[in-house]
């Protein structure tokens, strides 16, 4: 089987992609994009990413029974930047959600943006129609962030991407009260000459399963007709999530589609939130297409195991 049989096996995009666009949006909108997803009441829970015609964005939610349909989106902003919040002044992105079964409520980390620079906030809710603000968590550059979905060794453990001398590798970094951070070191970083040798982010919240934590991140390349965001896969030791076990050579998915490739930054297939079926396997993964609208792809979480395990270099973790 040829690697591009394996793109086109590992994820299934949705027929009916985009699943949500600005057109159908409640009030006005440029664009909505990059959703978190999570399952809450029965329901899977989009918080997307709007972007305003002045070119600031917010938060705003959208529920499904199925997860594809009949979306029930909050008529008003569900987050919006807050002003007494000073780095938020150009607008919040890109949110990742997880629930902490240790605090009994869900963690939404999301880049606030200001003239000093993208950086990493988080807000706490118990039921996702009311937040408490936490604040920025790292100095700026900084973004693509996601708590584990649990305390590893009694530690809140974080991945972000902040940008040092220029470079943009993924890292991670650890706290016992999500407060103060340490122990920070590089996990996956960019690889020259390759797909993702310009920029990496993590993309959705990282998935606990009994192989590793599976990372999914989007890997970037400079052409010269702009970046391309593509889609690769890593796996992560459960316990030492600082040790790297796999990671693809190849994207996985990638810009193909017309609404992939068409929109306000082209070329762009930029995951964000996942939902997997525990009975099945399906993973959903939502991802954001050209900067402009919402999308669905699908896979089987032992195909990508599988694919991770026995058609991935091992890597050498850190000690
Ligand atoms: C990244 C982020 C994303 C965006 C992507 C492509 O840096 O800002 O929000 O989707 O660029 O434009």
Excluded at 243 to 248: D, E, P, Q
Aim: aromatic letters at 10%; charged letters at 25%; a negative charge.
């Amino acid at each position: 089987m040829t690697k591009i049989e394996y793109q086109r096996r590992l994820f299934t995009r949705f027929g009916g992609n985009p699943i949500l666009s600005a057109e159908r949006w409640p009030y006005p909108a440029n664009s909505t994009f990059n959703p978190g997803a999570v399952q809450h009441n029965g329901e899977t829970c989009l918080l997307v990413r709007i972007e305003d015609m002045r070119g600031y964005s917010h938060l705003t939610f959208a529920r499904s029974r199925d997860g594809i349909t009949n979306w029930q989106i909050d008529e008003k902003p569900t987050l919006e930047p807050d002003p007494a919040y000073n780095e938020e002044q150009w607008g919040i992105e890109d949110p990742r959600i997880v629930w902490l079964p240790e605090r009994e409520e869900y963690a939404v980390t999301y880049v606030s943006f200001s003239k000093d620079g993208p950086m990493v906030s988080l807000a706490l809710s118990k039921n996702l129609r009311s937040f408490v603000r936490k604040g920025a968590m790292l100095p700026p550059e900084d973004k693509d962030a996601s708590l584990f979905p649990r305390l590893i060794n009694d530690r809140y453990v974080l991945i972000h991407r902040p940008i040092i001398r220029g470079e943009a590798h993924i890292w991670i970094s650890f706290s016992p009260d999500l407060k103060y951070w340490g122990d920070h070191k590089i996990l996956i970083p960019v690889r020259p000459g390759r797909w993702d040798s310009t920029r990496v982010g993590l993309g959705p919240p990282p998935i606990e399963t009994s192989e590793g934590w599976l990372i999914i991140y989007h890997g970037v390349r400079m052409t010269v007709s702009g970046a391309l965001y593509r889609v690769g896969l890593a796996l992560l030791d459960l316990e030492q999530p600082w040790k790297t076990i796999r990671r693809s050579e190849e994207w996985v998915f990638g810009p193909r589609e017309p609404y992939e490739r068409v929109g306000d930054v082209p070329g762009v297939t930029f995951p964000t939130g996942t939902v997997v079926n525990e009975s099945t396997g399906e993973l959903r993964m939502y991802y954001g297409a050209a900067d402009s609208s919402v999308c669905l792809a699908t896979a089987n979480l032992n195909d990508l195991l599988n694919y991770l395990l026995h058609e991935c270099p091992s890597e050498k973790g850190d000690a």
